[in-house]
Every structure is written in C-alpha cells, then in structure tokens.
C-alpha cells in the first residue's frame, strides 16, 4: 500500500521536501493557511487550512487515511505537529506535555539554569514590575515576548524606561502578557542543527550566523550564515555536550534538535535557544557542502529506519566544501520599484540559487509571509573565497523605489579573532 504523508507548510523551503517525498512513490498531502503558496502545486493534494486548528487537521488525517506527518523550519510548525500527531496517533519525536522546553522561553531559560547551561542572565517581568528586579542587568539588554517566534517584538533597549515604553508593544500579540528581559551578548553567534537517535545526539552542522545592526532598538538582523564555521573546533564539543544534556533532560530519544548559541575567546559556550526543528532558508547549504538533504533524514525517520542510520553514522559536520546564504532585509513600507543589480546578482558564477521575494509595486512588510527582500546561496569555494564573494554581492547589490531611493539595509561582515 502507498504511503501516505501529510506535510505540514508549503511555502518555498518545503518544495524539496515535497519532491523527495514523491520521488519515493510517497503520496504527499500539505496543509497550511497560504492557498497561493509554491508547494501546494507540487504535493499531489493540498489542504487551505491554518496549521493551528489541531482538531480539524486530524480529522483530515483520518479522511485521507495519512500514515506519517513532518514538517520542519519553524518552531510554530513544530509545536503544531505534536500536537496533530499525538492526537492523530501518528509517530513523532517529541510530546505535547514537554512542548515548553522547547517553545517558553522562561521555562526554556529555567530548564538551562537547572543543567548549569550558560545562558544569559534574564528576568520576567510582568506590566507593573518594580524597577528594582533589574538593578542586576547591564544594560543595553534584548527584550523578548515569552512565546513568540521568529523575531516578533524582539528590541534591543537601553534603560528601565524604554522597557516602561515599549512594554505593550512588546507582549501585544502574545496570550501571555509577560515579557523576558536579557543581557545582550556581543559574542559571535552560531547555528547549530543536530539529529537525535537512540538518545544520542549526533551533529549535523555548526555554522557562523553573521548580523547587522541596522536601527538603535532593533535588534540587529540576520545577514549571512556561513558553513561550516571557521571557529567549528573552538566551539564544537562544548556546543555538542550542551545538546546532550538538554536531549536527555528532555526525554527526546529520537528526531531534529537545533540551537543557537555565543561564543567569545576566552568564554564558555552560552546558550540563546534550542528547537526542535531545522533552520528555514539555510539547511539547504549541507547539502552544498557535503551532499546530506535534511528533507531525507525527516522521511527516513517515518519510513526508512536503517538508512537514517547509515547516513548518520557516516556524516561529520566538518565539512571540506563551504557555502553561505545572504539574506537582505528590506525598508518597512518602501515600495520595490528597481531590482536590475539584485537580479543580475544571481547570474554571478558561484551562485547556486538566488530569490527576489518582492515583484515590483509591492511593499516590504517585515514578518509576513516574505522574510526577506532578497536572498543568495553561494558555494564551491574556500572560506576566503565565499568572503570575496559576499564582499561583491554587498557592495553592487541594490533595490530600490520609484523615486531612486534605496530599500535594503547595508550588509556587513564581522571580524572575526585571529585563531
């Protein structure tokens, strides 16, 4: 009999997905809330349905007789797949009662606190807090809402009074009305992607995740992820042994654990985040650097249990190869008019995949369904090379309105220490 998956998303970083899927002979139904999106016209049917409504997600479970469910790339999509899956009895790595080691970042932060896991130091805060809970922060600090995700009302502020002032804004989409203040850490940043099996964790990649800053609250945007990174062996048993101790003080056995994390020289790893998904719009650059598609460790994990196996017991996150995706933030509310040196950007030799998000008249709205304005994959080369390369591509690159204005932030690349 034919499997039958259900894929939960369907924009454009679940296309692959849906290929494989297929390319197996697996019968792949999607569903999410974009009926316009790019997967739905490559998965064999296509439910217009938000990923939240659990209830009628499972019964299409049952109509369509669905065998396996995955997705991956955003923490929301995560959480909203336990909760299909336990309901729907369907196999998954993790369970809905410990869904807040994961998706609260309070309970997050307290779970790191409980295994002596460096973290920075934070406090909630409720709407009428007394200053007094922050005389022992430095300031400036980042200010989060307790269960939002993908950067929503995230600021960087600089006194007890801004957090007074940005207090509604910060929490206003959020059920909880709480928010999480923390010291902002200057260290180098990582993004790090790991598979869980039989309890143990086995890395998939350590890449540097580079940022600007662009705007004095803001906080600075992410600009270019670099794989593998050039301080891999400087933070990747420390990193690895953090993972462990969070997989087994969670219980997962089995599935996508991922966390993001600073590192300075001298310094101990320190936690910001872990997930139970792969990053969206960069997992396609291990493939790049070493030929392993995430999107077959997710099937192999429902279908094909030795080959995940075999393919982890073969894969070393060291890569020989290296890669790099650049994302372009765009201007909130400018209008794209000219895009001629972004387009002829992607022709440059070394880039493997270039995506202009925005069609001309359109507006840039940060957080919506295009989180970029644009954004380029380069590889085959050294790590020097991959740098010449973005120096190139920051230094043409342009977007810009009807009256000649420009649309995208400035890109920039860190120094990094002399190792």
């Given at each position: 009999m034919k499997q039958r998956l259900l894929i939960l998303g369907s924009l454009r970083e679940f296309v692959q997905l849906?290929?494989?899927?297929?390319?197996?002979g697996i019968y792949t139904i999607v569903c999410d809330g974009y009926p316009d999106s790019e997967g739905k016209k490559y998965a064999d049917k296509a439910y217009d349905i938000d990923v939240g409504d659990t209830d009628r997600i499972v019964s299409i479970c049952q109509l369509e007789r669905v065998?396996?469910?995955?997705?991956?790339?955003?923490?929301?999509?995560?959480?909203?797949?336990?909760?299909?899956a336990n309901k729907a009895g369907l196999k998954c790595y993790f369970s809905p009662e410990k869904l807040d080691y994961y998706r609260n970042k309070d309970i997050m932060k307290q779970m790191f606190r409980q295994l002596s896991i460096p973290t920075a130091k934070y406090?909630?805060?409720?709407?009428?807090?007394s200053d007094s809970l922050l005389d022992d922060m430095e300031f400036p600090v980042v200010v989060k809402p307790i269960d939002k995700y993908g950067s929503r009302g995230i600021l960087v502020l600089y006194s007890v009074e801004e957090i007074r002032k940005y207090y509604d804004f910060i929490c206003a989409t959020s059920e909880i009305k709480e928010i999480l203040v923390e010291e902002y850490n200057e260290g180098?940043?990582?993004?790090?992607?790991?598979?869980?099996l039989d309890g143990e964790i086995h890395v998939i990649s350590i890449a540097d995740r580079e940022k600007t800053p662009v705007c004095t609250n803001d906080i600075p945007i992410s600009t270019r992820n670099v794989y593998p990174s050039r301080l891999i062996h400087n933070v990747y048993d420390e990193a690895k042994d953090i993972l462990q101790k969070v997989a087994n003080y969670t219980g997962q056995t089995s599935g996508v654990l991922s966390m993001q994390f600073f590192w300075s020289p001298g310094e101990p790893v320190s936690v910001c985040e872990v997930a139970g998904r792969f990053f969206g719009y960069e997992h396609e650059l291990v493939d790049y650097c070493c030929g392993l598609k995430v999107e077959n460790l997710l099937l192999d994990y429902l279908y094909d249990d030795t080959s995940l196996r075999n393919t982890l017991?073969?894969?070393?996150?060291?890569?020989?190869?290296?890669s790099a995706v650049l994302y372009f933030?765009?201007?909130?509310?400018?209008?794209?008019?000219?895009q001629e040196a972004a387009s002829q950007l992607s022709n440059m030799k070394g880039v493997k995949d270039a995506w202009l998000f925005y069609k001309p008249g359109e507006?840039?709205?940060p957080h919506g369904v295009n989180p970029y304005a644009v954004r380029y994959y380069i590889s085959d080369g050294t790590r020097k090379e991959i740098d010449r390369m973005t120096r190139y591509i920051y230094k043409h690159i342009s977007i810009t309105t009807k009256d000649g204005e420009e649309i995208l932030y400035e890109?920039?690349?860190?120094?990094?220490?002399?190792l």
């Open positions: 849906i290929q494989l899927a297929k390319s197996r065998d396996g469910i995955i997705t991956s790339f955003s923490d929301y999509l995560f959480e909203c797949m336990v909760k299909i406090v909630r805060l409720s709407s009428d807090f180098y940043e990582f993004n790090m992607m790991s598979w869980v017991k073969k894969h070393t996150p060291f890569f020989e190869k290296n933030h765009g201007k909130n509310g400018l209008m794209v008019d000219n507006r840039i709205i890109n920039q690349i860190p120094k990094y220490p002399e």
